[in-house]
């Protein structure tokens, strides 16, 4: 019987292959050769029509015990080897527990928020306290509540963001209906004195927008605090006082200050707060532009209108009212020479700080 033979020798030959077979891939090969759709024992076992009738059973049978050896023998060495794989998977992944830990890279507060804080410790430590509000505001705080008049240059949208509508159409009629985002958080301290007898004493951090092209010294978005004294007695002596005691506790007890007088719609009278340079220490260098100081603040005595329209009687109280930007005061006490290298992102240049 010449098909039997050829069905045992196939069986050998396959067990042979099996057992060579070095891995899970390699065994599928085999199985498919043999068993698959074209596979040898397959093509035998769909041939059994054109066996004689006398040798039907015998091949039949031999192809029978064939195909259950060779499926035995497959799940088996499946076995072994799946058992190998994982073991040598595990092995390639396993983790030696006595080699050092990888340490966690700690992050750091960001110079700016590190420079907010300092500041409104230096103020908290003489008895202000922190007032906030909101980033979106009415026209009548931001602007008609300090004294601005609907005609100065600030109210115009070429310094202002102002939130729209859905059709994209800002209301045509100005005052309290018309919302923006903030200018300067200056809207606080009449939000505040509208809302608290005197006396106050506050400061009002937080962020403000204005339409500006980000160069070296301006931002559209930057973060301000600002400060308000109310009460009886106050004088423009406090104001100095205070701006001086504010730049030796930020920027060293041996710089000097100076106030110039400037203009401001809600302040009279009103000055520009200057340090010394830090860089020449006062003798002129290219950072002070050849002057000795740098500008910090702005700052005057709050106007008797703004205590108007606040329903403050400025025959009985009197106030003065600061405001700085914190990334400049952080470029200033480091000496950072552009503002937008706080807001790039670059940890070489953050974690210096």
Not at 82 to 100: I, K, N, S
Request: hydrophobic content about 40%; some cysteine.
């Amino acid at each position: 019987m010449a098909i039997v033979d050829e069905l045992t020798t196939l069986q050998a030959g396959t067990l042979a292959a099996i057992e060579s077979a070095a891995d899970t891939t390699a065994l599928e090969k085999v199985r498919v050769a043999v068993l698959g759709r074209s596979g040898t024992l397959t093509g035998y076992l769909r041939s059994m029509g054109q066996v004689p009738a006398d040798q039907r059973a015998a091949v039949g049978k031999t192809a029978n015990i064939v195909r259950k050896a060779v499926e035995g023998a497959l799940e088996v060495r499946k076995h072994a080897l799946e058992h190998a794989e994982l073991d040598a998977r595990m092995a390639a992944g396993a983790v030696d527990v006595t080699l050092p830990g990888r340490a966690q890279q700690v992050g750091t507060r960001h110079l700016i928020s590190r420079i907010t804080d300092e500041i409104s410790e230096v103020f908290l430590g003489i008895g202000y306290t922190v007032a906030s509000g909101t980033e979106v505001e009415t026209d009548y705080y931001n602007f008609e509540a300090l004294n601005t008049p609907a005609d100065h240059p600030a109210r115009g949208m070429q310094d202002t963001f102002y939130v729209v509508d859905r059709s994209g159409d800002v209301a045509a009629v100005r005052g309290e209906s018309d919302v923006l985002l903030r200018t300067q958080t200056s809207g606080v301290q009449a939000h505040t004195m509208e809302n608290q007898e005197p006396p106050i004493y506050i400061i009002a951090p937080g962020k403000v927008y204005r339409r500006d092209v980000a160069d070296p010294s301006h931002l559209p978005q930057f973060n301000q605090i600002e400060g308000l004294v109310v009460d009886k007695g106050i004088t423009f002596g406090d104001l100095k006082g205070t701006i001086d005691y504010f730049c030796k506790q930020i920027f060293g007890e041996d710089r000097k200050t100076r106030l110039r007088p400037h203009y401001f719609p809600f302040t009279e009278p009103s000055a520009e707060a200057d340090v010394s340079c830090g860089i020449c220490h006062g003798k002129g260098c290219r950072f002070c532009k050849g002057t000795g100081w740098v500008e910090v603040l702005g700052c005057g005595m709050v106007d008797p209108n703004v205590f108007g329209y606040a329903g403050i009687d400025p025959e009985v109280y009197s106030g003065f009212a600061f405001g700085m930007g914190v990334e400049r005061i952080a470029c200033l006490k480091y000496n950072v020479p552009d503002l937008r290298m706080l807001l790039e992102g670059d940890m070489r240049f953050l974690r210096q700080f």
